[in-house]
């Protein structure tokens, strides 16, 4: 990805959205028949796959939504208690669930995305979960499973040193990222995907906020990253799919 110049005029520029005005609609790969990239990014064919839980079997206590809205706040300290997977479950569902499928291109999940188009993946770097060898894995959120993604020697110090020294990243139990494919959101609205994927992302991020209320649990957005260490540590090439976000989890000590 060639670095463009990005000047204040630019940059609020982007946040405007003049750019609809500009894009011509009717040659978007959409208008033009193209079929829409998968919804679910294709995986090795000998991964090995972890099927998640079903909600029926989560055992997650009702959390008061007025309640949740008040306490989230952002956490930087995680106490040493692993999550269990039904939590994992639940914080995967609550932020990028699937809650029908309509046709290949109307995937409908528990956040927005401006017209259906949910550009995430979500990798996960699990350091303290009931049952897990550290390591990263993905969201497949299609199969409602995870798959084992690649060991990573002293993961901690990887986090650390990828959230430009964030150590909390490091003693987390997992640490959500997530990858934006911007074809998925490009294949209906051409160059005025940008800001509305930067839009959608937010969704995400607040419902791990609320779900983490649920569970005794806590998160921090994370904007601040190095770029190139997440991407390779993810296994992510930087131009068709790269970190957009990031949120460490681990149970805190203030529970519901
Ligand atoms: C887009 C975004 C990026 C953020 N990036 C970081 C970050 O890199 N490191 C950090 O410690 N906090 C980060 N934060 C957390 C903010 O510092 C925090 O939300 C703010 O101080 C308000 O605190 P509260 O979330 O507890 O209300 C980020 C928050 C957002 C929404």
Partial sequence: MNKPTITTESGR????????????????????GVRPPPIQKPVPPDSVIIELPGQESWGIPPCDLHTAIANRESHRQFTPEP????????LLWATQGVREEIHEAAVLRTVPSAGCRHPFETYLAVQRVQNFVPGIYQYLPLDNAIVFVRDVENLPAHLTAATHGQRFTGQAAVTFLWTAIPERTEWRYAEASYKVIALDAGHVCQNLYLA?????????????????????????????????????????????
């Fill in 13 to 32: 520029y982007f946040l405007t959205d003049r750019i609809r005005e500009e894009v011509d609609f009717r040659t978007t790969p959409q208008s033009r």
């Fill in 212 to 256: 983490c209320e649920a569970i005794g649990a806590g998160t921090c957005a994370i904007a601040a990253y190095n770029q190139t260490l997440v991407d390779s540590l993810l296994g992510v090439d930087g131009d068709e799919e790269f970190c957009v976000y990031i949120a460490p989890v681990g149970k805190v000590s203030r529970h519901p």
């Fill in 83 to 90: 999550l269990s997977l039904e939590e994992l479950a639940f």
